[in-house]
Structures are given as structure tokens and as C-alpha cells.
């Protein structure tokens, strides 16, 4: 997957504002992400943001409605696609829907997401209002590997932030956001360069 010769293909997965692809893509357009291009956006969500956004960039776009839907089904269209795209690296942005173990096992070590706290701290829904209640004194956000277990996977690359005295839960989102649309493309070249090896839980850079 990694260290290749042609770009690493990029489907990304979203279901709402689509910031962190917003990011993403202007990172590959500016040169600031070199060696990866986005394949394809898929929405599980008609009417995302993201997926407007999507369309005005210009980038290839799908939607595959989960409402309603058996997980393991509606999974199988979305890898189906993926497939179809020539897909290497699955990009969850943002998606809100939990993937199935079939999913899952479909692309090993090939799907990666962000998370707006440090884990293992925070894991799940609202985590900066989680970090901001807890009381901590620094925040940040992760990108890690997907694996069966719920923001678990190895981590790839963290951000850390201090929370401030002054921060509400809104403020502090806010200033992790930020981290999140730089630490996102990071983690993606980290991959992509092809010089990092999963050792046990850790993904390092290999000795050289
Ligand atoms: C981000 O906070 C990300 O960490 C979490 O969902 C949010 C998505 O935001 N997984 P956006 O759709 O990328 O703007």
C-alpha cells in the first residue's frame, strides 16, 4: 500500500461538514500532500455539507443512504465502490456510522480515522465536551488505524493542545479542529511515504 509507485487512492468517508476532507484535498492541491490522490468521496448521508463541498471541488462523489439499512449490506456497496475506484486507504472524515466486522476484515490496515481527543483517553461521541467536563489539562486529537474495537486501532500521529482557563467545550472543539486539518494529511504522508511498519500496537518509523 505504501512507498508505491502511483499515488495512494484515497476514499474518503463522510457524513456531515466535511472539514477534514476539505483539508485534506487542499493539501494535495497545494503540493503540501504529495504522492496521494482522492479516488473517490462516499456520503452516507444525502444531504451532507460535505458532500456539496465535494461536488464544487470537483471530486469524484457517491452516496450510499444508510438509514434503514443493514449494516453488513449497505457496507458491502460502499467497499464495492471502493473497489471499483481503485481505492488503497479508506479515509473516515467525519463518518457517523459504525462499519461492520465484514467491513472491516475487507481492508486490513487500510482504514484509518480521527479522533478529537488523545486516546485511549475520550473514546466515542463528544469527546472534547468529555475532555472539557474531565477537567484535563491538555487535549488534542488522534489518527489511528481502524480495527474491530471502537477508536482502538494503532495510532499513526497525535496533536496535543493545553485546554485553557478561558475555554468552553465550544472553543476547545474549535482549537482541536484546527490540529485535526493538519494532523489528518500528516498521518496520510506518514502512510504514504511507505517508511513507517506497524511494530505490535506501534507504528514507527522503520530503522533505516
Ligand atoms: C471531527 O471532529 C473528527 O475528529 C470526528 O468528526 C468530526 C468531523 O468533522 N471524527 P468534519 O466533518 O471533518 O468537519
Known amino acids: 500500500m505504501s512507498g508505491q509507485a ?16 476539505i483539508a485534506i484535498a487542499d493539501n494535495i492541491r497545494s503540493g503540501r500532500l504529495a504522492g496521494v490522490e482522492i479516488a ?8 451532507a455539507c460535505g458532500l456539496a463541498l465535494t461536488r464544487e471541488l470537483g471530486l469524484p462523489s457517491a452516496v450510499f443512504i444508510s438509514k434503514g439499512r443493514r449494516r453488513a449490506e449497505h457496507d458491502a456497496d460502499v467497499a464495492a465502490c471502493l473497489r471499483e475506484h481503485g481505492v488503497d486507504l479508506v479515509v473516515l472524515a467525519g463518518y457517523m456510522r459504525l462499519l461492520s466486522p465484514e467491513f472491516i476484515a475487507a481492508f486490513p490496515n487500510r482504514i484509518v480515522n480521527i479522533h478529537p481527543s488523545l486516546l485511549p483517553a475520550f473514546p466515542g461521541l463528544d469527546a472534547q465536551q468529555q475532555a472539557f467536563d474531565y477537567g484535563v489539562k491538555v487535549a488534542g486529537c ?3 488505524f481502524v480495527d474491530e474495537h471502537l477508536d482502538h486501532g494503532a495510532i499513526i500521529l497525535q496533536r496535543a493542545i ?42 514507527a518509523r522503520r530503522a533505516s
Open 40 to 47: 473517490i468521496v462516499i456520503s452516507n448521508v444525502e444531504n
Open 142 to 144: 488522534t489518527v489511528h
Open 162 to 203: 493545553p485546554v485553557l482557563d478561558t475555554d468552553d467545550a465550544h472553543s476547545l472543539a474549535s482549537r482541536i479542529l484546527t490540529e485535526e486539518h493538519q494532523a489528518y494529511s500528516e498521518a496520510i504522508a506518514r502512510i504514504a511515504s511507505g517508511a513507517y511498519e506497524f511494530q505490535g500496537r506501534r507504528y
Open 6 to 21: 502511483h499515488p495512494l487512492r484515497l476514499g474518503v468517508l463522510i457524513s456531515g461538514r466535511g472539514s477534514n476532507l
